[in-house]
T-cell receptor, first 115, second 116 residues
Framework: EPEVTQTPSHQVTQMGQEVILRCVPISNHLYFYWYRQILGQKVEFLVSFYNNEISEKSEIFDDQFSVERPDGSNFTLKIRSTKLEDSAMYFC?????????????FGPGTRLTVT | AQKITQTQPGMFVQEKEAVTLDCTYDTSDQSYGLFWYKQPSSGEMIFLIYQGSYDEQNATEGRYSLNFQKARKSANLVISASQLGDSAMYFCAMKWPLNRDDKIIFGKGTRLHILP
C-alpha cells in the first residue's frame, strides 16, 4: 500500500543551524502539508502546498521556514536558523484526487531536537 | 472560530469491550469533513476514518465507526471489541471548508488504555 515517507526519523541540531526535513508524498497525490507536534501537545498546521506554491500557512510558519518541491517526488521543509522551541515532531501529509481525496495521509514523522 | 473539543484526556477500558471516544466541533460552515487519527507510542499518525458533512450514513472502517450527529455537532469514534493494540492517543480532526488543499485542525486528543 502506498505511503508517505520521511527522512530522517530523528535529527539533532544545534540552535542557529539550518535543517532540511524531507518527505516523499504518495506518488499520485497533488496536495502536500507540513504539521508539527510539540511533545505532549496537539498537532498544529504549518503549511499547505499545491501546484508548486504555498496555498496557506499558519502564523507559526514565519520567515525562518520555507518549503520546496525540488523534483517530482520530494517535498522539503527548511528551517533556516533553528531555535530551541522548534523542537518537535514534524509530519508531512499528502492528499490525492478522486473519491477519497479529502483524506490526508501522514508520514511517520521526523523528530527534531534542537540543543 | 472553528474548533474541535475532546473532553476525555484519558480512558481505561477492558479488552474486548466497545469504546466510545467523544468529539464535538464548532463550525458555521455547511461543508466540512471530520477525521479520526490514531497515534501509537511510536509516534506516527495513522488515518482511521473520515466523515463528510453531507454524508447521510455513518462512516465505518472495520472495527471503527463514526457516530455522526450533525445537529449536536458531534463525531464520536466507536471501536468495537477493543484489543490491546488499540492503546494509543486518538485525535479527532476537522477540515473546513471542504477543499482538498485546506488544512486539518486537530483536537487535543484522548489517550486510550486497553486493559488485559
Amino acid at each position: 500500500e502506498p505511503e508517505v515517507t520521511q527522512t530522517p526519523s530523528h535529527q539533532v541540531t544545534q540552535m542557529g543551524q539550518e535543517v532540511i526535513l524531507r518527505c516523499v508524498p504518495i506518488s499520485n497525490h497533488l496536495y502536500f502539508y507540513w504539521y508539527r507536534q510539540i511533545l505532549g501537545q496537539k498537532v498544529e498546521f504549518l503549511v499547505s502546498f499545491y501546484n508548486n506554491e504555498i496555498s496557506e500557512k499558519s502564523e507559526i510558519f514565519d520567515d525562518q521556514f520555507s518549503v520546496e518541491r525540488p523534483d517530482g517526488s520530494n517535498f522539503t521543509l527548511k528551517i533556516r536558523s533553528t531555535k530551541l522551541e522548534d523542537s518537535a515532531m514534524y509530519f508531512c501529509a499528502s492528499t490525492g484526487q478522486g473519491p477519497s481525496s479529502y483524506e490526508q495521509y501522514f508520514g511517520p514523522g521526523t523528530r527534531l531536537t534542537v540543543t | 472560530a472553528q474548533k474541535i473539543t475532546q473532553t476525555q484526556p484519558g480512558m481505561f477500558v477492558q479488552e474486548k469491550e466497545a469504546v466510545t471516544l467523544d468529539c464535538t466541533y464548532d463550525t458555521s460552515d455547511q461543508s466540512y469533513g471530520l477525521f479520526w487519527y490514531k497515534q501509537p507510542s511510536s509516534g506516527e499518525m495513522i488515518f482511521l476514518i473520515y466523515q463528510g458533512s453531507y454524508d447521510e450514513q455513518n462512516a465505518t472502517e472495520g472495527r471503527y465507526s463514526l457516530n455522526f450527529q450533525k445537529a449536536r455537532k458531534s463525531a464520536n469514534l466507536v471501536i468495537s471489541a477493543s484489543q490491546l493494540g488499540d492503546s494509543a492517543m486518538y485525535f479527532c480532526a476537522m477540515k473546513w471548508p471542504l477543499n482538498r488543499d485546506d488544512k486539518i485542525i486537530f483536537g487535543k486528543g484522548t489517550r486510550l488504555h486497553i486493559l488485559p
